[in-house]
């Protein structure tokens, strides 16, 4: 590290979405977050890094894809339906716009000339976003990993060592079979970590994954420069700590740059003033469709239309705002730990473009500046050697509400764990009564169902029907298939059934 730098950064986007598939609506409100989430933040983001590379920065990121986002991404189901809504979305806001007063029409225009963009780049890429995330990881400028196979929160899962591994290898192959590499680094799902699970990440030759801030301090041996620079455990795990106070800077739509009145709002959809005639000819539901026009304005309900003009300004401020707060904590932290800091700074990717308009533009600024600065430098997590690490023993965490499991085990949710014990020893117990079918089929239902969407969604009163739905059907659906394997009775109609459904993780 040069004499010069007083601080180091360290970016890391987690892009995950649960693997929905409802084949008997044209746009149902679930399918939406994946097509939204491409729009809005996957695509918005690879155009971003391209154009980075194209002009030559000099830059770093990582990116974590979850294996439930990439069984979507290479499915054409989905490519054929994402196409679909794009040329819907257009349609619409090609009709609105024309019978439009001066600033409705304006706020519409500039949506519908995105979206025109990134449709012209979809089909540009013949719909092949895997292949352009390809090319940006052989840039060396992204590096990517990937998490578990369904987004399973482990620590809830220490019950059972075989399904924890089966979340992880499984993820590894789905990586694997796309992009032709295992990854050396993993994001764990909601950063949760358990004691000891260092010890099955190393069988997986995971080299690093990212951690809150209080699984250091609340840690054995903690290190000597806490949570400004990465540790390791006994089992050489680089540990890399979330800095809170910066990441909340763009993290917090309350107290960071996401809240700034001048950014588009995320909650008001105009698809709510649509009239029933309308919504019956685009056949689309009285749900948020991506009519984004407004600003945040304030805490009221009026809101003004959105000045793209005005929001760009904001985002240069912004980005220089985040510069300076970067120096201002290097400076305040080097003079207690004697080394140069380095700031680990890991987000949901769907934050930037999605839950928050100009966030790739505000990203695409701050790395333009600090390619041109001496003082700060964006690292890799392989970067740091492992000899100038010290070591830890982190404490059982996660980043979820109050920085443990609160959001995945409130009440109405508890039951899932009990159940999912009791299926995975009976499945342990059949397993050697191998029926390739069947037993892959099982497998992949209580993988489904120990995903942490639905548990999330349930907590935070979002989708509570459609997440206590999953839940209760693939629980079901695992029961009744263990339950073949156990009289060595085979529903193949029920395996067919349930393949048809969801068909992702076909290797197993």
């Not at 619409?92 to 995105?114: E, F, H, P, V």
């Not at 995330?133 to 987004?151: P, Y």
Request: include cysteine.
């Amino acid at each position: 590290m040069s004499d010069t730098i007083n601080a180091g950064i360290i970016f890391a986007l987690h892009a995950h979405l649960p693997y929905v598939r409802i084949p008997d609506k044209k746009f149902p409100l679930q399918e939406l977050w994946f097509y939204q989430a491409l729009t809005e933040s996957y695509i918005p983001l690879i155009l971003c890094f391209r154009e980075l590379i194209e002009e030559k920065i000099n830059f770093n990121i990582t990116f974590s894809i979850s294996p439930t986002l990439l069984s979507m991404l290479s499915d054409d189901y989905y490519k054929i339906k994402y196409q679909a809504y794009l040329n819907t979305l257009l349609e619409l806001l090609k009709r609105k716009t024309l019978n439009s007063d001066n600033g409705l029409k304006q706020s519409l225009t500039g949506l519908a000339d995105n979206v025109q963009k990134i449709s012209n780049f979809y089909i540009s890429v013949k719909k092949d976003i895997i292949g352009e995330l390809k090319k940006l990881s052989k840039s060396g400028k992204i590096n990517l990993i990937t998490t578990s196979a369904t987004h399973a929160l482990l620590p809830l899962f220490r019950f059972s060592d075989n399904l924890i591994r089966s979340q992880i290898e499984i993820g590894q192959l789905v990586f694997k079979k796309e992009f032709g590499f295992v990854p050396d680094g993993f994001w764990l799902p909601e950063m949760g970590y358990y004691a000891n699970l260092d010890t099955i990440l190393d069988e997986f030759n995971i080299k690093y994954t990212f951690l809150d801030a209080h699984s250091v301090y609340l840690g054995q041996d903690r290190p000597s420069y806490g949570s400004f620079f990465p540790s390791i455990t006994n089992t050489g795990l680089k540990i890399l700590p979330r800095d809170i106070p910066l990441s909340n800077t763009i993290w917090s739509a309350r107290t960071g740059y996401p809240g700034d009145y001048r950014y588009r709002e995320f909650h008001f959809d105009y698809t709510y003033s649509l009239s029933e005639s309308e919504l019956n000819e685009f056949q689309i539901d009285r749900i948020p469709f991506g009519l984004k026009i407004y600003r945040i304005t304030g805490n009221d309900i009026h809101k003004e239309y959105y000045n793209h003009e005005e929001a760009m300004e904001t985002v240069k401020v912004h980005s220089e705002d985040f510069i300076n707060k970067i120096r201002e904590r290097a400076l305040l932290i080097k003079n207690h730990i004697k080394r140069t800091p380095v700031f680990t700074l890991p987000f949901d990717a769907e934050l930037f473009g999605h839950w928050w308009h100009e966030g790739p533009e505000f990203l695409k600024q701050v790395i333009k500046k600090i390619s041109i600065l001496k003082d700060i430098a964006l690292f890799s997590p392989t970067d740091l050697r492992n000899k100038n690490l010290d070591s830890v023993i982190p404490a059982e965490c996660s980043w979820g509400r109050e920085g443990y499991f609160k959001s995945w085990t409130n009440p109405e949710c508890m039951w899932i764990y009990p159940e999912l014990a009791h299926l995975d020893v009976r499945y342990k117990n059949v397993i050697s009564k191998i029926n390739t079918q069947a037993s892959a089929q099982a497998i992949k239902e209580l993988l489904l169902a120990s995903a942490s969407d639905w548990t999330f969604l349930i907590s935070n009163n979002t989708s509570v029907d459609y997440g206590k739905m999953r839940l209760a059907e693939h629980i079901n659906a695992a029961k009744k298939i263990i339950g073949g394997l156990e009289s060595e009775i085979t529903d193949h109609g029920l395996l067919t059934e349930r393949h048809a459904l969801y068909p992702l993780f076909d290797f197993i």
